[in-house]
């Protein structure tokens, strides 16, 4: 089974999901990761019922990082903004598969903080600070 899981985010780091920044857009967000220099944006476009339209990124970094951001992009795409904001830092894990070191958690966790920091601010900061910490309150 993590053979299986291997080989998606290998497919997913090379053949990367969602690439290129959208303009225009309806969020723009980006942040980075300072343990490792991973950096990721991410923009949205929302239709006029507020769902996720259209999905683009860019970054660099890890393949854990890229395959987690090209993915994450696929689960965004039909929610709003508020569904995309309750997707659990453990939803990413499980599409991720593989046991990680906590560097690379944060690697692969680093979509759903551009997501969750860009959405909401520094009220988004202090979330993504409680749900890294294994506090999650962003109910």
Request: with cysteine; net charge negative; hydrophobic share 40%.
């Amino acid at each position: 089974m993590e053979e299986m899981y291997r080989e998606l985010i290998l497919d997913h780091a090379r053949n990367l999901r969602n690439w290129g920044l959208l303009t225009p857009n309806d969020f723009d967000h980006e942040e980075s990761n300072p343990l490792c220099g991973d950096r990721l944006r991410l923009t949205l476009r929302l239709d006029s019922d507020g769902v996720i339209a259209d999905v683009g990124w860019d970054g660099e970094g890890c393949a854990i990082s890229q395959a987690s951001a090209s993915m994450f992009g696929e689960r965004l795409r039909g929610m709003t903004l508020p569904e995309a904001r309750q997707i659990d830092k453990q939803e990413l894990l499980d599409d991720i598969g593989l046991k990680l070191s906590i560097n690379r958690v944060k690697c692969a966790l680093l979509p759903l903080q551009v997501l969750v920091v860009g959405a909401y601010g520094q009220i988004g900061q202090e979330q993504w600070a409680l749900a890294v910490e294994g506090r999650d309150d962003r109910g």
